[in-house]
């Protein structure tokens, strides 16, 4: 049987694998996926399309790389299924696309896992760096397998096929034209061939073939290698270390535990209220949050990486005290989330809720999770690698939450029930910036609207939706599909958008 030599990365030969069993399922499912973004991607919107294409190439990968002799990535290619399976979910342009990186950034870091990249410690840093070492490691993997395929096309039975289909083609093209005209039906089909020739553009189609399919060989063949061997985790850790006396971790961890304790000394009323809320405090409620949220926030990140930071290069044996005051530190950095997160939803109260507002609080909640599992790392000895598994899988479970959920639908509810105790709302931004995701429940909302609230909405639903999801509006393609729009031309159907007079050249520009 026939053999070819693949290579990992630059100058790292991997075992001769048979031609057969190494590269035939690889072409068929990187030329199945470059068919399908040919065909349902070009020029068309991202919905059931994308998601299609992500979680094949998920899939890829799980079937050609032997899940069972790589079981630790199993979890993480099931969330990058998640993740693609997601985009079918939203209509929101922003989330699709952030859901698609996510979905391609667990599956590089399951290739790290699975040993198909050069192996080395999960930290931090390698969670990064993942997706670019993994782009660069397709493209030159694809690249091989593309030169390999070649050149096995060129000899034995592989360049009789092509030297076959190469053949028939002129030859079964002028059959069938003669045959046209001597036919009805085939004459009907055709001319219907030659227009649609005609009309069709080839160009980019025929890239975004080549670019996907050759994405998804060099990311299958990279399924196909067999682990690499891993680095000496000791070597890695101890390499270009500098210590750092106990004493030293101690002045530094101290100086910022007794800033923060003497900073929540003297802000203890506010920390938990807001002085914007009080008569007479010379300060707006706006001025309050923004003033503190920020700086609360980010000095609360920053205490984290400052400890492990300084664990990192204390002298073995000496940061018991270092990792005491560890511990406070994180405790003091709690309460300023708390803090941080009670003033948002006061001035969500206030303002009213938006999409940058809860993934704030989003944030918020997915930091303290990370400043828990890092006190408990300081309760014994910190594993850099298992505290950035925990961290990054708070923040993507947070970010598959946020797409399975209809979080526009959520702002919408949260501001009709401030309208109904306050009588205010933001019509604008309700259309304009949530998107379809956010219409069916504005639709279900619009019969507690006060008459001018309700006609108002009805022309910013009219100028943001009516040509594109309204009634009579085209159906798009059933690779288009997603769920939220769906829903939301459900929702707007009952509703004669295309009826309503706009009041100026923008129709929403009285709400």
């Known amino acids: 049987m026939e053999q070819s030599t693949i290579l990992i990365a630059a100058g790292t030969p991997a075992p001769r694998v ?43 990968v799980a079937i050609l790389g032997k899940p069972r002799r790589n079981a630790s990535r199993r979890p993480l290619l099931a969330l990058a299924a998640a993740f693609g399976g997601a985009v079918a979910i939203s209509g929101e342009l922003p989330l699709q696309l952030a859901l698609a990186v996510a979905c391609l950034w667990t599956g590089a870091v399951a290739l790290h896992v699975g040993g198909q990249l050069p192996a080395g410690p999960l930290g931090f840093a390698a969670l990064a760096a993942t997706p670019w070492q993994a782009l660069r490691h397709v493209l030159a993997e694809s690249s091989r397998r593309f030169a390999a395929g070649m050149r096995s096309a060129g000899r034995g039975r592989g360049a009789l096929i092509a030297r076959g289909c190469l053949l028939a083609l002129p030859v079964l093209s002028v059959f069938f034209a003669l045959l046209g005209a001597a036919d009805p039906l085939l004459g009907a089909w055709r001319r219907d061939l030659a227009d649609g020739l005609a009309r069709l553009s080839l160009v980019g189609p025929s890239m975004l073939f080549a670019a996907i399919a ?77 003033r503190g949220f920020t700086e609360l926030t980010l000095v609360a990140t920053l205490s984290a990486a400052l400890i492990l930071a300084l664990e990192r290069r204390v002298a073995a044996g000496g940061g018991l005290r270092g990792r005491a005051l560890g511990l406070l530190l994180v405790g003091e950095c709690l309460l300023l989330l708390v803090s941080a997160q009670l003033r948002l939803a006061a001035y969500e109260a206030a303002y009213g809720y938006t999409r940058l507002r809860l993934e704030v609080g989003v944030y918020i909640a997915v930091l303290a999770i990370a400043l828990i599992a890092l006190a408990l790392e300081l309760c014994g000895r910190i594993d850099r690698e298992r505290l950035a598994r925990r961290a990054a899988l708070a923040a993507a479970l947070a970010a598959v939450t946020l797409g399975y959920w209809n979080s526009s639908g959520w702002i919408v509810r949260a501001n009709v029930g401030r309208y109904a105790r306050s009588g205010r709302i933001d019509v604008r931004y309700l259309v304009r910036g949530l998107g379809a995701d956010g219409a069916e429940e504005l639709v279900h909302a619009l019969p507690g609207f006060a008459p001018p609230d309700r006609a108002c909405t009805l022309r910013a639903l009219a100028a943001g939706y009516g040509a594109t999801l309204g009634r009579g509006a085209p159906a798009p393609a059933w690779y288009e599909w997603s769920l939220r729009r769906a829903t939301a031309r459900r929702a707007l159907a009952g509703l004669d958008l295309a009826l309503l007079p706009p009041s100026s050249e923008r129709p929403d520009a009285a709400c």
Do not use: K
């Not at 590269?23 to 991607?41: D, F, K, M, N, T």
């Not at 998804?216 to 500098?242: C, D, K, N, V, Y």
């Not at 923060?260 to 949050?289: H, I, K, Y």
């Open 18 to 60: 048979p031609w057969r069993q190494s590269s035939r399922a690889a072409w068929i499912g990187a030329l199945a996926l470059g068919a399908e973004a040919a065909a349902w991607l070009y020029d068309a919107r991202i919905g059931l399309n994308w998601a299609l294409l992500l979680v094949g190439l998920v899939a890829g």
């Open 214 to 290: 050759m994405a998804a060989l060099g990311l299958f063949g990279l399924a196909l290698q067999p682990p690499q061997p891993t680095h000496s985790e000791q070597r890695e850790a101890g390499r270009g270390r500098p210590a750092l006396a106990a004493v030293e971790q101690r002045i530094v961890l101290g100086a910022v535990v007794l800033l923060l304790a003497f900073f929540l000394g003297l802000r203890l009323a506010e920390l938990f209220d807001n002085p914007g809320g009080r008569s007479g405090s010379g300060v707006t409620l706006a001025e309050a949050v923004h």
